[in-house]
């Protein structure tokens, strides 16, 4: 037999996705019983750390967008609490009127406000260029909160 054969001896186990090789990565059968082409494993392995890659660094990118999000709507409901010289009631109903235009998102909870205007009165600018703009928003406010 041919290098088919070799693969399939070496197999130790089988996946539901295809099968198991002894390196611990999934073997997934051919199309219509053809070959894999010599280097198509390392072209595929290239592929995934490539997307893997663009996943953290877009992650990154959309935390650090959120960050300064968060730090403007907090600035945005200080500011007017100080000029206005609204109360909390004001957090609340703005919570359920974004919920409301918003209702697939999270993070708009009258709690969520609060920490946002906590988070906006303990920094004066945004921090979206700082480190700390890259730490995940829960990770944020459980600082607040403590």
């Not at 945004?126 to 890259?134: D, G, I, S, V």
Request: overall charge positive; proline content about 5%.
């Amino acid at each position: 037999m041919t290098d088919t054969a070799t693969t399939i001896t070496s197999l130790e186990l089988h996946h539901p996705k295809g099968l198991h090789r002894e390196d611990g990565r999934v073997s997934t059968p051919a199309r219509s019983g053809a070959v894999e082409p010599v280097g198509y494993a390392e072209l595929l392995e290239q592929v995934k750390v490539r997307v893997r890659t663009s996943r953290v660094q877009a992650a990154r990118a959309v935390n650090i967008e959120l960050v300064g999000l968060y730090w403007q709507i907090g600035r945005l409901i200080l500011d007017r609490q100080e000029s206005e010289g609204w109360g909390s009631k004001v957090i609340g109903r703005l919570a359920a009127d974004l919920r409301a235009e918003f209702p697939g998102m999270r993070g708009l909870s009258q709690r969520s406000l609060v920490y946002m205007r906590t988070f906006a009165a303990a920094f004066g600018e945004p921090t979206a260029q700082q480190p700390a703009a890259q730490l995940p928003w829960g990770t944020s406010w459980c600082c607040w909160t403590r």
